[in-house]
């Protein structure tokens, strides 16, 4: 079968070969170079051994070499496995066992750590971004070896309340689905649309909403190396951007750069934001410059975006989600599965084209999630009379630091590890900068102290992960009646962290 995004990339190379479609930084690829690329990046990986559904990772920042990386996976008919650069050794190891990797494509930066996950057990092959550079002249190169639409194209991992990983399973048919019922709804989102992407390839939005919408629609992908606030303001004018997605820090940093009250963005058709709650005066900030920024609700199980407001009710109901989307539907409801009355608070389900077919090899974590057709999200939310749905709170633990997942209980395993540490809940303590930020609750047995928390944290997780504030107790946690950890009772008790702690700085 060829309905698939390299297909979609093959089609516009032909047609419009010499059209941009990425630009990074200061370089940039046209349709036809990207696809000979990646081509001859695929032709590699299969020569080296690489099979169709073998997994094969790629690890590195925003970059052409990562994009014709990850096209290159997909077009040998492997599995596509973005991980985080940020991540650390032990992190990565973990990573690379769980999705099965055969092989693994990595920036200079990181070989390091890559080559200690490998110590660690991870038995992958390891090909350098080099390789993949000096591949980038040659002979044109249409390789690509076609997956049925059903079949798995990439593994989207993300933390949930149990601290264990899960690879969202993503195929050529949920993508294709999720770029077609996009296109219906956004007006930004048409053949040729211009994106500006100020995010990590490796996440959802990037990889799904920037690099796959983009070139499933022939349109041209900015990528940005980096957040800098006035660099990106002036990529809005100097590519005529007409979609911009991301998180509340990413429009609150543009909106607060020089050029943002001179910079024109009546171009900008679609602004959507999630990941944390949008304060009013951010809204008013980009509405008066005519951008109405719009609330999205989703997760990476439903492609990253389940419902988003209305352009139209963006400004009467500014902290709506909407009311699902064409195809994709929503419902909130109670404990034993009954629908909630408008007001009412339950849990958010979802179901649509975008709805991942499980998890990679966890056929338990697959059936608590996918129940009777729907995607028990594990978040609270109320919908009004109308149906626009509103989100409440979150009925997993999790922590989202500028729009990044972090596990509570991923830091607690690390931090219950260290000698004299009796009991740790990580709870979420607010932050001016990132919306959420990790707070870890230590009862201690003997002598322990802060430093000795925050490096082991250091080694054995990524920098967002490391607590900003630790508090060290002698007396036991408060626990429930099943003799649980209450982090109702303990985030009650300490709502007030950030003023009666320091805050732990990075190094």
Known sequence: MTTSAASALNWWARTKGDQTAIVCGPDQLDYRTLRNWSGRVARRLAEDGVRPSDRVAVLGGNSLDWVASAYGVIKAGGVLVPLNPRL?????????????????????????????????GADVRVVDFDVVAGLREGEDDEFRIDREPDE?????????????SKGVVCTNRTLLDIVFEASLV????????????LLPLCFT????????????????LV???DLNASRAVRRLDEFDIQVLFGVPLIYDVMAKAPEFATADLSHLKT????????????LKAWGDKGVKLRQIYGMTEVGG??????????????????SGSVFTDLLVVREDGTECDPGEAGQILMRGPGMTIGYWEDQESTEQALRGGWLHSGDLGVRDEAGRLRFVDRLKDLIISGGINISPVEIEAVIARIPNVAEVAVIAA????????????VSRSGPLDTDQIIQQCRDELADYKVPRYVVLREDPLPRLPSGKLSKRDIRAEYADVTARFQKITSP
């Open 88 to 120: 650390v050794a032990v992190e990565l190891h973990k990573f690379l066992v769980e999705s099965g990797a055969s092989a693994v494509l990595v920036e200079a930066p990181h070989r390091a750590a890559v080559d200690r996950a490998v110590e660690l």
């Open 152 to 164: 798995p194209v990439a593994i989207l991992f993300t933390s949930g309340s149990t601290g264990l």
């Open 186 to 197: 956004e007006e930004g989102l048409r053949p040729g649309a211009r994106s500006l992407l």
């Open 205 to 220: 939005p990037g990889l799904v909403w920037g690099l796959i919408m983009t070139t499933v629609l022939g349109g041209t």
């Open 223 to 225: 990528v940005e190396p």
């Open 271 to 282: 602004a959507v934001v999630g990941g944390a709650a949008v304060p009013l005066p951010l």
């Open 305 to 322: 975006i389940a419902t988003a407001t209305w352009p139209s009710e963006a400004e009467q109901h500014p902290d709506s989600c909407g």
């Open 430 to 441: 607010p932050d001016e900068r990132f919306g959420e930020t990790p707070a870890a609750i």
